[in-house]
């Protein structure tokens, strides 16, 4: 069975990290720069986005549960006066990817920010990652814009 629900902030404590180190390594190959570099963008960006960790203003952490184990988040900002929500995460642990997990989250986000009145939902994808993408598109995402880059 899973469980999506509000995280606690001990399980925030304990979580995140496990979420950042997959966005560090998305943003090293996205940005083709070391892990070093990745690693002091990345957390310069969480900390001013989260200027108050788990209580900052508008953001919404939900933690997944998949036969009574922890298996993943779900990092939401609530944004327009409540008219959108920019996802920042989604994230499921390796051992339990490709069990449905991620759709369950997709389904119960957006039924619950529906109710709440949210009209669009927003996430950052790297191109690298083609099964997000597929993911993201089965439940109904459109490619909003593309960076091109060359290496020289």
């Known amino acids: 069975m899973i469980v999506v629900r509000l995280m606690n902030e001990n399980e925030f404590e304990h979580v995140m990290g496990k979420a950042h180190q997959d966005y560090i390594e ?9 892990l070093e570099e990745a690693t002091r ?4 960006q969480v900390q001013s986005i ?13 933690g997944v549960e998949f ?9 939401i900002e609530i944004k327009d006066e409540g008219r959108s ?8 642990e390796e051992k339990f990817r490709r069990q449905g997990i991620a759709k369950k989250v997709f389904q119960e986000l957006g039924a619950k920010l529906k109710s709440d009145g949210v009209q669009q939902m927003s996430f950052h994808v790297y191109a690298d990652n083609p099964n997000a993408l597929a993911l993201y598109e089965q439940f ?13």
Request: hydrophobic share 40%; no cysteine; aromatic share 16%.
């Open 26 to 34: 998305g943003m090293a190959r996205a940005q083709n720069i070391s």
């Open 41 to 44: 963008k990345a957390d310069k």
């Open 50 to 62: 989260l200027k108050d960790g788990y209580h900052t203003e508008n953001h919404l952490f939900y």
């Open 140 to 152: 109904g995402f459109k490619t909003t814009n593309i960076v091109m880059r060359k290496t020289l």
């Open 85 to 92: 929500a920019w996802g920042y995460n989604i994230y499921v």
């Open 67 to 75: 036969k009574g184990e922890f298996a993943g988040l779900a990092w």
